[in-house]
């Protein structure tokens, strides 16, 4: 149960304190309150986009690998499916985002895979991606 997880809190909290921290060193130029201006793009990006990437990876494609013995070979709570999820995760945000950053996703997806293995549920998968995504999206884009 998500509730009483304290993996769970902690993998929520940590990465938009990272951000956070990012933000503070100066890492970012983006204005802090360009989600007032633009609230449809910021829900799209922070709400609508992270719903429909877990409905797709981990609510389908990572089941779909479960299915199989090799899926479902595993090491320290990670399986084989979750890793090939989060390398197709990573693939597809070649297109949306540059090399780096695109390829940085592959261990936020690892981590929304491993607790979508752990609650058999998509609900933490998805509060996890929201929450990253917000602390991205607010912080960094603009």
Known sequence: M???DPWFWLALGVAPLILLLFRLAGQSPAPLDWPLRQPGRFLGLVLLWPVLEEVVF??????SLSASAWGRLSRKGFSAANGVTSLIF????LFSHPPLWALS????SLLFGYFRDRHDSLLSPIILHVGYNLGYY?????
């Open 2 to 4: 998500i509730r009483r």
């Open 138 to 142: 607010w912080l960094f884009v603009g």
């Open 105 to 108: 996703v592959f261990f936020p």
């Open 90 to 93: 990573a693939g597809a945000h």
């Open 58 to 63: 981990r609510g389908a494609l990572q089941p």
